[in-house]
């Protein structure tokens, strides 16, 4: 069935460091891919989105590519901040009847001062 | 605009007790999920309605789980005879057209059952 890989956590970065946080994909034919991300206390809140591929999401300085080829959406920030920690999850959809999420374990990331 | 709520926040259940869980979507919002996050792990798809249809319940665990949402607006997740392993974060999401891929879900705060 479908479903979706992200590397696992924590991650734990300095201020100001380069973040990548690997997604990868299972699924038949050609889903929307999201990241979503949850902060402390809160509840999820979308971060980003591609529709087809070779779209790039961004958002809040954050980015990520639809990439068919091999079935990936990385997520990438240049400098991470100490409000950036979080817990990130990659998820894809397809249409049809339902439109449900199938969502990664999910990846803490922490950034330290 | 308000987003979507879920109430009650917590909710302490002894085994075997019912509970009740409600989700209020953004107004006007056509489709709406309902979610279990156990700990540790990604949400998982449990049953979505399109207005006041049931479209796919291929989610819920079993028959203890019921969903519904008679308006077509706030919907209600029930669960029977709680057991110990239905202990999680219960997320209702909504979206505002039906069954799109590209569409946005907006995510309530969730509600967090622990079972006794």
């Known amino acids: 069935g479908d479903s979706v890989t992200q590397m696992e956590g924590p991650v734990t970065l300095s201020e100001e460091a380069f973040l990548t946080i690997n997604c990868t994909y299972t699924?038949?034919?050609?889903?929307?891919l999201f990241w979503y991300v949850q902060y402390p206390g809160e509840g999820l809140q979308l971060l980003l989105k591609a529709t087809k591929a070779d779209d790039k999401g961004s958002n809040k300085g954050f980015e990520a590519t639809y990439r068919k080829e091999t079935t990936s959406f990385h997520l990438e920030k240049g400098s991470v901040q100490v409000s950036d920690s979080a817990v990130y999850f990659c998820a894809l959809v397809y249409g049809g009847a339902t439109n449900k999420l199938i969502f990664g374990t999910g990846t803490l990331l922490a950034v330290q001062p | 605009g308000a987003g979507v709520s879920q109430s009650p926040r917590y909710k302490v259940a002894k085994r075997g007790q019912d509970v009740a869980l409600r989700c209020d979507p953004i107004?006007?919002?056509?489709?709406l999920f309902w979610y279990q996050q156990a700990l540790g792990q990604g949400p998982e798809f449990l049953t979505y309605f399109q207005n006041e249809a049931q479209l796919d319940k291929s989610g819920l665990p079993s028959d203890r789980f019921f969903a519904e949402r008679p308006e077509g607006s706030v919907s209600t997740l029930k669960i029977q005879r709680t057991q110990q392993e239905d202990s999680a974060v219960y997320l209702c999401?909504?979206?505002?057209?039906?069954?799109?891929?590209?569409?946005?879900?907006?995510f309530g705060p969730g509600t967090r059952l622990t079972v006794l």
């Open positions: 699924a038949t034919g050609y889903p929307s």
């Open positions: 999401a909504s979206s505002s057209t039906p069954a799109a891929s590209t569409d946005t879900q907006y």
């Open positions: 107004s006007g919002h056509v489709s």
